[in-house]
């Protein structure tokens, strides 16, 4: 079965600081994919990004970063130079490879930036 | 381009009652996906579609929970009857076929729903 761990309930920084949230995930499958989505206090899921097995490359975009590493199952998510606007849920997600299945969620990061 | 609609955007009902939410995919998506968040459960699948047709319903928590998509521009998500367990955010989301390959999973703004 496939699960996701954020481990991190709830992490506050002042802003500027960088911040990193952890996702572990577990499948038997060889092949998959893992997001990320945000969710700000308005409530709706922004989608992120969206990396598969395949392909260990770190992704940075703009503040955010993405270190995934499959000996350790890991797909973290950093930002650098946090901001108050980055203040959100961050999800963290596991999807098989074959065809368009069902996302499986970790129970998300509570971020608050402090000015 | 529009992105994925869901009406209404929240419902406040008393138990015993009917409830319909509604769902806009992304026009050309073929897979549609219902999901619950609750604070207990986090974010959870309910039931999916591809094609029109009910891929998987195993989510759904119980008989008073159906769900339909009658064409490619609409699904409906029905309680008959509520329950207060049943208050949470219900999301819509959707997706494209790619060859060989998951498309991602654009979600609506959701629909809060409290039963009392």
């Known amino acids: 079965a496939q699960k996701v761990t954020q481990a991190q309930t709830e992490i506050s920084v002042v802003e500027k600081e960088d911040v990193t949230l952890d996702c572990v995930y577990e499948?038997?499958?060889?092949?998959?994919?893992l997001f990320w989505y945000k969710q700000p206090p308005s409530g709706e899921l922004v989608f992120l990004i969206r990396?598969?097995?395949?392909?260990?490359q770190n992704e940075i975009s703009g503040r955010y970063s993405w270190n995934f590493q499959k000996s350790t199952s890991s797909f973290n998510f950093t930002i650098t130079a946090s901001q108050v606007v980055d203040s959100a849920v961050y999800f963290c997600?596991?999807?098989?490879?074959?065809?368009?299945?069902?996302?499986?969620f970790g129970k998300g990061t509570r971020l608050s930036v402090i000015a | 381009d529009a992105g994925v609609i869901q009406s209404p955007r929240h419902e406040v009902t008393e138990m015993g009652q009917e409830v319909t939410l509604r769902c806009k995919p992304i026009?050309?998506?073929?897979?549609l996906f219902w999901y619950r968040q609750t604070m207990m459960r986090g974010l959870e699948l309910l039931i999916y579609?591809?094609?029109?047709?009910?891929?998987?319903d195993s989510g759904m928590p119980e008989d008073r929970f159906s769900a339909k998509m009658p064409n490619a521009s609409f699904s409906n998500l029905k309680i008959q009857p509520s329950e207060p367990r049943d208050s949470a955010v219900y999301f819509c989301?959707?997706?494209?076929?790619?060859?060989?390959?998951?498309?991602?999973?654009?979600f609506g703004p959701g629909t809060r729903l409290t039963v009392l």
């Open positions: 989301a959707s997706s494209l076929t790619r060859t060989g390959s998951t498309d991602t999973q654009y």
């Open positions: 499948t038997r499958d060889t092949t998959y994919y």
């Open positions: 990396r598969n097995s395949f392909d260990e």
């Open positions: 997600a596991l999807s098989e490879a074959a065809g368009n299945t069902p996302l499986v």
């Open positions: 026009s050309g998506h073929d897979y």
């Open positions: 579609f591809n094609n029109n047709v009910p891929i998987d």
